[in-house]
């Protein structure tokens, strides 16, 4: 059972680039939330979803799209990265059934230069 | 919207006893969790409170009073290996499906 998983761990863009976030679970939940950490602003909700083919913004989602096409994936897409979306990026599920069991995994560091 | 206050840093003792505090101002909220995240790692969960009251999982207790805006985590017994920072946040709406709301987090730094 991998849990969440997400890649890359590590990455390095251009400023403009774009790039994609890939979130997998093998658990069969479906809630799938993207996060993003910046220091001294601890997580904020970027995207969420509720099920495939259902997705809504959080906080802060300008300059991030997302697709849910399937229960199992839920990725993270920057069209044109920008040195502001520097940050660790955390990517969690958890079932309908059980609000308080919520999945999070390792994160990925992505730095824009 | 969700307004979350935690101390930005705290510094206890192995062997002692810290409360780490919690204050939201909110329209309303599932459950409030707390995490705990090490450097360079994904939170951890702890606990999680729906009704008025302490949980109590171990080392770790958590209370919620609704009507005051008000948590906390205890932590009794403390180690080396509690050093790290402790994440308040709230569940929104949907049954859990909407995500959840952070505080900034609170850096406990343990001392021999």
């Known amino acids: 059972n991998a849990g969440v998983t997400q890649t890359p761990k590590f990455q390095v863009l251009k400023t403009g680039q774009s790039m994609t976030l890939q979130c997998a679970q093998d658990?069969?939940?479906?809630?799938m939330s993207w996060y993003r950490q910046d220091p001294g602003m601890g997580l904020r909700l970027i995207h969420y979803s509720v099920g495939a083919g259902i997705t809504d913004q959080g906080e802060v989602p300008n300059g991030y799209n997302v697709s849910r096409s399937t229960t199992e994936d839920f990725p993270l897409r920057l069209l044109s990265a920008a040195p502001s979306q520097t940050s660790v990026y955390f990517c969690?599920?958890?079932?309908?059934?059980?609000?308080?069991?919520?999945?999070f995994g390792e994160g990925s560091w992505l730095t824009v230069v | 919207g969700q307004n979350i206050d935690q101390p930005t840093e705290m510094t206890a003792t192995e062997g002692a006893i810290v409360q780490i505090n919690c204050t939201y101002q909110t329209s309303g909220f599932n459950g409030l969790f707390w995490y705990q995240q090490h450097a360079g790692e994904a939170p951890t969960f702890l606990s999680y409170?729906?009704?008025?009251g302490l949980e109590e999982k171990g080392r770790f207790s958590s209370f919620l009073s609704r009507s005051k805006g008000y948590s906390y985590l205890l932590l009794k017994e403390l180690q080396m290996k509690d050093s790290a920072s402790y994440l308040c946040a709230l569940q929104r709406g949907g049954g859990g499906a909407d995500g959840l709301t952070f505080g900034k987090g609170t850096h406990l730094i343990i001392q021999p």
């Open positions: 409170n729906v009704l008025d």
């Open positions: 658990m069969n939940h479906e809630y």
């Open positions: 969690a599920s958890s079932p309908r059934s059980s609000g308080n069991t919520i999945y």
